[in-house]
């Protein structure tokens, strides 16, 4: 099914991918800096030839941008629906089922024939907490958005996700004029894909973005692109101010997170907490973001503390989803 002919009122649409996760962590993992990657991102390395031993699996956990950051605005209390893809097997049942169970408006999500659901393979350094993801997209490849699917939906903003597959740039225009023709707020955390077309290609989307959400690396990513060398923070801050999005937001780990609205920045340090996996913190940050501008009515500052506060306790628990606070949780903390 394609997703048409369904209706949705709501606060959000969560757009992206559904996948099942697979957890491993493991000691005998390297961590080696590479002079060859030029924004500094070190290499987790495995000795060829080598069984390597985990004694820790988990199995069957719900991952995936568009799952997570829907799972994320439904625990903040907000009304949310998701624009994703499907297969069909064991696991693209479970994450109907459960996606349905967290209050997520599951009608526009596109179920297909004769594929899997998306599988990722996370393997984390268990001594350091750094993880790399091995990934297959299966059925999120197949996401189609058209305006027709579109017609009957009525949001209060949209947050987009990493996007993949031969439809991935058709799939962004039409999300882009859709939301610009009904005056629908957009939140971007770019994906691969995205970020590869570079800086030059992306700011004629960063002009209609309402908040572009990256990571210092991203944003690394973006500077190198348009041959900009000073990578600093405050430079990272100023160029993607001034590429077009109204806000855009760099987070930095365990360093916290900042926020430029073209004028001014705002800076939030990130909790100290027991860091037991990084996995969906991003999504979590992201979500949280763009939930909390919308919860405390455009205060910037409050809607970074929220986004700390959440992403900092998914990071002490296994799985994307598992540690995501409710909106009355994370208050108690806010306070």
């Given amino acids: 099914t394609n997703g048409s002919n369904h209706k949705f009122t709501g606060n959000i649409i969560a757009v992206g991918g559904i996948t099942e996760d697979i957890m491993f962590y493991v000691n005998d993992l390297l961590i080696l800096n590479n002079p060859k990657i030029k924004d500094g991102r070190k290499l987790l390395v495995f000795p060829e030839g080598d069984k390597i031993i985990s004694d820790s699996v988990v199995f069957y956990a719900d991952g995936g ?9 439904a625990r903040l209390g907000l009304n949310t629906a998701l624009i994703g893809a499907i297969g069909e097997d064991y696991s693209a049942d479970s994450s109907f089922r459960r996606l349905k169970k967290a209050g997520i408006n599951t009608a526009l999500i596109q179920k297909f024939s004769g594929i899997r659901c998306g599988l990722s393979l996370i393997v984390t350094a268990k001594n350091k907490n750094d993880h790399v993801i091995f990934t297959n ?15 009957n939906i009525h949001a209060k903003g949209i947050y987009l996700s990493s996007l993949s597959g031969p439809y991935w740039q058709s799939n962004l225009n039409t999300l882009f ?3 610009t023709k009904n005056k629908i707020p957009i939140a971007w955390n770019p994906g691969s894909a995205e970020l590869a077309k570079g800086l030059k290609a992306l700011k004629k989307y960063f002009k209609r973005t309402e908040l572009l959400i990256v990571n210092k690396d991203e944003a690394t990513e973006l500077a190198l692109s348009a041959g900009i060398k000073k990578q600093d923070l405050p430079a990272l801050l100023e160029l993607l101010g001034s590429s077009g999005p109204k806000l855009a937001s760099i987070s930095d780990g365990a360093k916290g997170a900042w926020i430029i609205d073209g004028i001014k ?3 939030q340090p990130a909790l100290k907490v027991k860091v037991k996996n990084t996995t969906g913190a991003g999504d979590a940050f992201g979500s949280s973001l763009f939930g909390g501008l919308m919860i405390y009515n455009g205060n910037i500052q409050k809607a970074l503390k929220l986004a700390l506060i959440r992403s900092c306790a998914v990071v002490t628990k296994i799985g994307a989803q598992t540690g995501l606070l409710t909106l009355k949780a994370s208050e108690k903390t806010l306070k």
């Avoid at 941008?65 to 605005?73: D, I, L, M, Q, R």
Wanted: charged letters at 20%; glycine letters at 6%.
């Fill in 177 to 179: 004029n859709w939301a």
């Fill in 265 to 267: 920045s705002y800076y």
């Fill in 137 to 151: 997209r299966a059925a999120n490849e197949k996401l189609k958005i058209t305006a027709d699917s579109l017609k």
């Fill in 65 to 73: 941008g568009g799952a997570n950051t829907a799972v994320s605005f």
